[in-house]
């Protein structure tokens, strides 16, 4: 019999396809309309220890309003950004809500980069080892931004490309639960890549709405 939690992201699905708020025809629910990645997947190393190593789901923005500021979201570009910064995440939520995997749970991606969280050397400099990474496609605010892109891009941008959309929650929302449940990650355990680099990084910053999530 399946989970309560299954059964509620089966129910909650079903009810988001209906809205026409995620994509038709899902295969099943663990796959949650997963497309793989333009260009295919990353080849990264494995977790030394498999999915006993995740732990941590760390949440990022990404946009290419630095080079595009009057067109930031096209996939394409975000991963030669991936490329050009030897980055990556293992999954990217557009702005319509589809869910594209970059890199497999079982493989290290490098998004977290230097930082340190909950005094646990382990982590120090090494989160990449022990969490997921999703990026959503998002901007800033104008401040935030200002030092990311730079002022003469930040006043390209327009306002309503700023914050996340409702289907980026949708979608955001289904993905937690499903690796939550999947890796038995506690919801303490979500955090951003601001609060794991203060010093370092915005994202996904002032906008990010976390009355939005359902942990």
């Not at 869910?99 to 980069?113: C, L, N, S, T």
């Not at 955001?172 to 890549?193: G, K, S």
């Amino acid at each position: 019999m399946p989970s309560p939690r299954l059964l509620f992201l089966g129910l909650l699905l079903a009810a988001l396809l209906a809205a026409g708020c995620a994509a038709p025809g899902p295969r099943d629910l663990a796959e949650l309309e997963i497309k793989a990645a333009p260009g295919g997947m990353i080849t990264r190393p494995l977790r030394p220890r498999g999915a006993k190593d995740i732990r941590y789901i760390m949440l990022h923005a990404i946009s290419d309003a630095a080079v595009n500021p009057s067109d930031p979201f096209r996939l394409d570009r975000i991963r030669a950004i991936f490329q050009a910064y030897q980055v990556e995440a293992h999954y990217v939520i557009d702005r319509q809500g589809q869910i594209y995997r970059f890199v497999p749970d079982d493989r290290i991606a490098r998004h977290a980069g230097s930082g340190t969280w909950a005094n646990d050397p382990d982590l120090t400099n090494n989160m990449n080892r022990y969490a997921i990474g999703i990026e959503l496609l998002g901007i800033g605010t104008a401040a935030e931004m200002d030092q990311a892109v730079g002022p003469a891009a930040n006043a390209l941008i327009r306002e309503e490309d700023r914050g996340y959309t409702e289907q980026q929650y949708l979608s955001l929302n289904l993905l937690l639960a499903y690796l939550r449940e999947r890796y038995n990650i506690p919801p303490e355990n979500v955090l951003t890549h601001a609060q794991y680099a203060p010093e370092r990084k915005w994202d996904p910053g002032e906008l990010f709405a976390w009355d939005k999530l359902d942990l």
